[in-house]
C-alpha cells in the first residue's frame, strides 16, 4: 500500500480480534483475496497502525497473539487476553455463527438466549459496557462473521489479485487487469 504504512494478515481470527480491539481496516483495501498459481489460494486483510483509541497498534497485537503466554502473564485481565482465551478454548470444529454463540454461551457462563439476545445488540451492548467480557467476545463473533461476509461478496464479485511465483520472483496481478497487461507482467518474472 503506497503512502500509508499498513498491517497485514492472512488469520482471520487475528483479524477479526483485531477489528474488535478497534484498528481499523485500511479503507483502500481492508481485504484482499489472493488466487496463487499453486492452488492455495488465501485472504488477506488490512489495517491502519493504530486503534480508534490510540493504545492499540496490530503489530503489538500480533506478537501478543504470536506468544499469547507470555502476554497473558504480563496482562491477565487485558481484554485481548481475555480474546486470545476463548478463541483457544473453541471447541474442534467451531466454524459457524451459532457455533461460535454456543462456545461464547459456556465461555461466559451465559444462557444461550442471553447470547443471543446480546449478540443482536451487540452495538448496544459494546455502548453500554464497552469493558465487559461479553462486549469482547460477541463483537469478536460478529467481527468474525462480516470478515467472512464481505470476503464471500468480494469472491462473487471476482474481485480477486492472482499471485505468480517464478523462482525468486513473485508478482501481484489484479484478476481484472486487461489480458495483455497480465500477459506482460507475467512474461517479466519468468
Known amino acids: 500500500m503506497i503512502g500509508q504504512k499498513t ?21 483502500r483495501k481492508p481485504i484482499e483475496l489472493i488466487a496463487r498459481d499453486n492452488g492455495r489460494d488465501y485472504t488477506r486483510f488490512h489495517f491502519l497502525p493504530l486503534s480508534l483509541c490510540g493504545k492499540y497498534s496490530p503489530e503489538a497485537l500480533s506478537a501478543a497473539w504470536g506468544d499469547p503466554v507470555t502476554f497473558k502473564a504480563a496482562n491477565p ?63 469478536f463473533i460478529r467481527n468474525r462473521i462480516d470478515l467472512i461476509t464481505t470476503a464471500k461478496k468480494l469472491a462473487a464479485a471476482g474481485d ?17 487487469a486487461p489480458k495483455r497487461i497480465r500477459d506482460f507482467l507475467i512474461s517479466h518474472i519468468r
Not at 492472512?10 to 481499523?24: E, I, Q, R, W, Y
Not at 445488540?121 to 461479553?134: F, H, L, M, N, Y
Not at 480477486?160 to 481484472?176: E, W
Open 160 to 176: 480477486f489479485s492472482n499471485m505468480q511465483d517464478r523462482g525468486k520472483s513473485v508478482s501481484i496481478i489484479p484478476a481484472k
Open 77 to 139: 485481565a487485558h481484554p485481548f487476553s481475555v480474546l486470545m482465551d476463548f478463541i483457544s478454548a473453541r471447541p474442534q470444529g467451531c466454524t459457524n455463527k451459532d457455533e461460535w454463540l454456543q462456545h461464547a454461551a459456556k465461555f461466559l457462563g451465559l444462557s444461550m438466549d442471553a447470547v443471543r439476545k446480546t449478540y443482536s445488540g451487540i452495538e448496544q451492548t459494546c455502548k453500554a459496557s464497552p469493558e465487559s467480557p461479553a462486549s469482547y467476545v460477541l463483537a
Open 7 to 27: 498491517f497485514g494478515s492472512g488469520d482471520l481470527n487475528l483479524a477479526a480480534a483485531l477489528t474488535t480491539m478497534g484498528v481499523p481496516p485500511d479503507s
